[in-house]
């Protein structure tokens, strides 16, 4: 699968684009289906990365459950048009799986204004629940992947000040100030948000009473140093085995490179207590 001319100047002038989702909505339930199956009572003293609410961490204070890289998540991430775009995107044969992850916005919760990255990178993502304004969507600013995002972040401080916000607002209960030129992206299960990891973003509160169920994931070029685990070490031998070659490759198994030390401490508390396999 490849944008179209069209769609790649969409992408690069918006800092997003929304296209149908390239894998058959099977696999999408598979997903539903696994959660449902992994679910527990609402997650708070382990939450620490609040980016879960009934799947609980594998650790207390990660940021990853169970399901984040198991089968039903590694068939979307690493499906092979997925792959074909990513390629494409990072104009890269060689690129790799860098990590993906589920997001559970939960019920009276927000994510603030914000960048993910001043590295300029690809990030793909699944709102497998469907996502609406109520339910707590992505806020983007089209054309905000460009240049400094410092006059966005004085523009939110003002407002917040105008507005009486404190200066670190809490993310339960309040929805970050609207921006002028803001798009909200309501999205159904059946479609993918592929966006710059430089593009400035919050969501809406969840005013729902079900988490907002998103999973998003990223690749890199062969050249970028920012690997973040050894995939063979996390991934079981049964998992490992229903992959085909090319999802293999993908993930580098079996291939020295060097690890981002960005995530040496995060690394040191996971190996031998974070793992994904088959469910």
Same mark, same amino acid.
């Given at each position: 699968?490849?944008?179209?001319?069209?769609q790649l100047?969409?992408?690069y002038?918006?800092?997003y684009i929304?296209?149908?989702c390239?894998?058959s909505?099977?696999?999408?339930?598979? #997903?539903?289906n696994?959660?449902?199956k992994? +679910?527990d009572d &609402? /997650?708070?003293?382990?939450?620490?990365?609040?980016?879960?609410?009934?799947l609980?961490?594998?650790? $207390?204070?990660s940021?990853w #459950?169970a399901l984040?890289?198991?089968? $039903?998540?590694?068939?979307?991430?690493?499906?092979?048009?997925i792959i074909e775009?990513?390629?494409q995107?990072?104009?890269?044969?060689?690129?790799?799986?860098?990590?993906?992850g589920i997001?559970?916005?939960? &019920?009276?919760?927000?994510f603030l204004?914000?960048?993910?990255?001043?590295?300029?990178?690809v990030?793909?993502?699944h709102? !497998?629940?469907? +996502?609406?304004?109520?339910n707590g #969507?992505?806020?983007? *600013?089209?054309?905000?992947?460009v240049?400094?995002?410092?006059? @966005?972040?004085?523009h939110?401080e +003002?407002?917040r000040r105008?507005?009486?916000?404190? =200066?670190?607002?809490s993310?339960d209960?309040?929805a970050?100030?609207e921006?002028?030129?803001? *798009?909200?992206?309501e /999205?159904?299960?059946?479609?993918?948000?592929?966006?710059?990891s430089? *593009?400035?973003?919050?969501?809406?509160?969840?005013?729902?009473?079900?988490?907002?169920?998103?999973?998003?994931?990223l690749?890199?070029?062969?050249t970028? $140093?920012?690997?973040? !685990?050894? !995939?063979e070490?996390?991934?079981?031998?049964e998992?490992i085995d229903?992959?085909?070659? =090319?999802?293999?490759?993908v @993930?580098?198994l079996?291939?020295?490179?060097?690890?981002d030390?960005k995530y040496?401490?995060?690394?040191?508390?996971e190996?031998g207590?974070?793992q994904?396999? /088959?469910?």
């Amino acid at each position: 699968m490849h944008l179209t001319p069209e769609q790649l100047k969409t992408y690069y002038q918006n800092g997003y684009i929304i296209i149908p989702c390239p894998f058959s909505s099977g696999l999408t339930q598979a #997903c539903l289906n696994a959660v449902e199956k992994a +679910a527990d009572d &609402p /997650v708070s003293e382990e939450d620490g990365k609040k980016n879960h609410h009934r799947l609980r961490p594998q650790i $207390p204070d990660s940021y990853w #459950c169970a399901l984040d890289h198991s089968l $039903p998540f590694l068939n979307i991430e690493l499906h092979p048009k997925i792959i074909e775009l990513a390629r494409q995107l990072e104009n890269d044969p060689d690129i790799y799986f860098r990590n993906g992850g589920i997001n559970e916005l939960a &019920p009276n919760r927000s994510f603030l204004w914000h960048r993910d990255s001043e590295l300029d990178y690809v990030e793909y993502m699944h709102y !497998f629940s469907g +996502a609406t304004r109520k339910n707590g #969507c992505l806020r983007v *600013i089209p054309g905000s992947q460009v240049g400094s995002a410092d006059p @966005l972040k004085a523009h939110v401080e +003002a407002l917040r000040r105008q507005q009486g916000v404190p =200066e670190n607002p809490s993310t339960d209960g309040y929805a970050d100030v609207e921006l002028p030129g803001e *798009i909200a992206l309501e /999205v159904e299960p059946d479609h993918l948000i592929v966006r710059s990891s430089r *593009i400035f973003h919050a969501t809406h509160l969840n005013a729902s009473s079900e988490s907002r169920l998103m999973h998003h994931w990223l690749f890199r070029d062969h050249t970028a $140093p920012n690997h973040r !685990f050894t !995939f063979e070490k996390y991934l079981t031998p049964e998992l490992i085995d229903q992959l085909t070659q =090319e999802q293999r490759e993908v @993930l580098w198994l079996h291939r020295d490179f060097d690890l981002d030390p960005k995530y040496e401490k995060e690394r040191e508390r996971e190996l031998g207590n974070v793992q994904w396999s /088959v469910v």
